[in-house]
């Protein structure tokens, strides 16, 4: 039962272009969203959060969008930079209960000079 | 300025062997976590705890146990290793609380290998 989804596995872009990266998620429950990104061999780092009462939430070069009527997120990068390649997970909690966060599957971004 | 600090790095346990992973936290943080990461996956609550004396548990807890004695340390113990705890563990901190989003700070990882 994958209540986070990240369907693309992994994403080419180019320098000084857009990065979008997409989440799905099922559970109506989730009212916290984050985005973390991870490079080989180190932990995870939180990158962006958005709360459910926002449907927008930007810093720097990041963006996070939130469609709640359509359980879905997405992360934009603009510019794309090559220090952006990394793996990005997708990650959820309910305020409900303890915040537990459940992550998505990943998605690699490539961003190549 | 540590943060999350994970021990060892990398090892390789033979089936049946029992191993300990260490972790500890320089924060002051209430909540601490641990997850598993398996190739293709997403990371997975094998154990928590929201302070010291309370454990609970995640997604995936068979096969490990946990215990939290100080506010600082929240050791991951497996028991009788099996090829299926082959992955690359992650020991997570946060402050917690209610309010706002829950930002965890992880360690860098412990690779372990059952053979």
């Known amino acids: 039962d994958q209540q986070v989804k990240q369907n693309s596995p992994s994403l080419s872009v180019q320098e000084g272009r857009i990065s979008i990266l997409n989440c799905d998620y099922t559970n109506s429950m989730f009212d916290y969203f984050l985005w973390y990104k991870k490079y080989p061999a180190e932990g995870p780092t939180f990158l962006i959060s958005?709360?459910?009462?926002?449907d927008k939430n930007e810093d720097g070069r990041f963006t996070v969008f939130l469609n709640k009527s359509a359980k879905h997120l997405s992360l934009h990068i603009v510019p794309s930079q090559p220090g952006d390649s990394a793996v990005y997970f997708c990650a959820a909690s309910a305020r409900t209960g303890f915040q537990k966060l459940v992550f998505g599957t990943g998605t690699r971004l490539l961003v190549s000079p | 300025n540590a943060g999350v600090t994970q021990t060892p790095k990398f090892r390789i346990l033979k089936i049946g062997q029992s191993m300990t992973l260490q972790c500890t936290q320089d924060?002051?943080?209430?909540?601490m976590y641990w997850y598993r990461q398996d190739p293709g996956m997403g990371l997975k609550l094998i154990y928590y705890s929201v302070g010291a004396g309370i454990t609970d548990k995640g997604e995936v807890p068979n096969g490990y146990n946990v215990s939290r004695s100080t506010t600082e340390d929240f050791p991951l113990r497996l028991e009788l290793a099996a090829p299926s705890q082959t992955s690359v563990y992650f020991c997570?901190?946060?402050?917690?609380?209610?309010?706002?989003?829950?930002?965890?700070?992880f360690g860098a990882g412990s690779r372990l290998t059952v053979l």
């Open positions: 958005i709360s459910s009462i926002k």
């Open positions: 997570a901190s946060s402050a917690g609380g209610r309010s706002g989003a829950n930002v965890l700070t």
């Open positions: 924060m002051n943080h209430n909540y």
